[in-house]
């Protein structure tokens, strides 16, 4: 139980200071406790890291699927969208989500391959739930599955970079004028032959 306390207030600290700037004193602090009952679940600041850095990135996994199974019904299009407009909700209350983007960005050098590994694990787990929508509309599309993926794994992670050094506030308007051209892009050809 004290365990998955430390986890979770390490996990909001993480987040929003980094990895760097949270010390087990801080973390100790803001559980309650003093350092050495963190001593004693973790043997120091890097283990209790990469746990809580695993686990979001499992949590992350989870959420990916459960997003795709919840919308199995929608058109391709409609789910893509979504889930890029997701994450502008999620950011603002979702450490885990927080802490990804903070750390896909800046990794700390301790474990830094280990830390890479888990997030390409993720990056690539997303792009394979994408490659399954866009394998169903194939039929519709004017580019192949693989550019189509690329294309928009790279719309989803400019959008999350504007997340993080914009905010919310324009995320709306850049992502309806971003994905208006995605879609005419990668459909032109189907709408020209019809």
């Known amino acids: 139980m004290i365990a998955q306390q430390i986890k979770q207030k390490a996990l909001s600290l993480f987040a929003a200071k980094g990895y760097d700037a949270t010390s087990l004193d801080l973390i100790a602090a803001e559980v309650g406790r003093k350092k050495p009952t963190l001593y004693s679940h973790f043997s120091g600041k890097e283990q209790l890291f990469l746990a809580v850095f695993n686990e979001a990135i499992q949590g992350e996994i989870q959420y990916l699927d459960d997003f795709y199974a919840r919308h199995r019904q929608l058109p391709f299009d409609e789910v893509l969208f979504s889930l890029i407009a997701s994450y502008k909700e999620r950011y603002t209350s979702d450490d885990n989500l927080k802490l990804i983007l903070y750390h ?41 599955i693989d550019s189509a993926v690329l294309a928009y794994s790279n719309l989803l992670e400019g959008m999350l970079v504007e997340l993080i050094y914009a905010g919310p506030d ?25």
């Open 170 to 194: 324009r995320f709306d308007r850049r992502l309806a004028s971003s994905w208006q051209i995605f879609m005419r892009g990668i459909l032109q050809a189907c709408k020209d032959k019809a």
């Open 104 to 144: 896909g960005f800046i990794i700390p050098q301790v474990h830094e391959d280990t830390i890479k590994n888990a997030l390409n694990t993720y990056f690539e787990h997303k792009e394979q739930l994408a490659r399954g929508r866009f394998a169903e509309a194939a039929s519709q599309l004017a580019v192949d």
